[in-house]
């Protein structure tokens, strides 16, 4: 029995039969689960011989019928797809950067039976910033919806434990970037330098191995946007992980 059909049944099993009936003549689970599948395998990126980084992060879009006939279910249907995301993931070599997510939305163009997937990857930030260093600090890095202080001295970016901000990708160095930061208010200066990576940086989409940084600055490493922030007032409820 083929990985789909196994899918299937599990689904079958998990939700009852009233499940297929709403979806009698609407967008089939199955469907999006192979369509799932054909996403990562469409937007594969080779790591290695053995390893390929596929998208974590994937938008099912469905017309408003489809939609409301699923949101009694879509808890459990997400579950049940990444699940089966994973096991195709396994069997063909695939690194995900961060944790499978699986979001369902409405698309006006869309009719009854029709759906699209827009999927990214998005690797998984950590550090180990309080909430109120972030409220505090006066220059900070948003990154994958997240916030993190940046340090007089020097804030060390990258994917090995050492580093002060933490990427799960492929693609960043165990010590990537470091920005630094020096003065105050009107004379606040921030930098930013390679150490030595394997990929380098991009800063506003130029390949640099160090430069001054502004507000709004957008610094790309492996697969990775930080956009630099200069804080003027206190910062709201930004999130750390």
Known sequence: MGALQNFERRLE????????????SAVQPVEIAAALQRECNNNAQI???DRRLVPNLFHVELSQTDLDRLS?????????L????????DSQGYVFPGPIRIDFESADDL???????RSQA???VQSNATQ????????????????HPLHPGGTVVGRGTEADIRINDPGVSRKHIEFEVAGTGEHLQLRVRDLGSTNGMLVDGHRVASTGLRDGSEVRIGNTTLTVRVVTEPVG???VV
């Open 13 to 24: 099993q998990a939700i009852s039969g009233a499940f297929a009936k709403a979806f009698r």
């Open 47 to 49: 790591l290695s011989r």
């Open 72 to 80: 009694a279910y879509d808890s459990t249907l997400a579950a049940e």
């Open 82 to 89: 990444r699940g089966q995301l994973q096991e195709h993931a």
């Open 111 to 117: 009719t009854t039976g029709r759906f699209r997937i």
């Open 122 to 124: 998005q690797a998984q």
């Open 132 to 147: 109120t260093q972030v409220r505090r600090a006066t220059a900070l890095v948003d990154v994958n919806g997240t916030q």
């Open 237 to 239: 409820g930004g999130g």
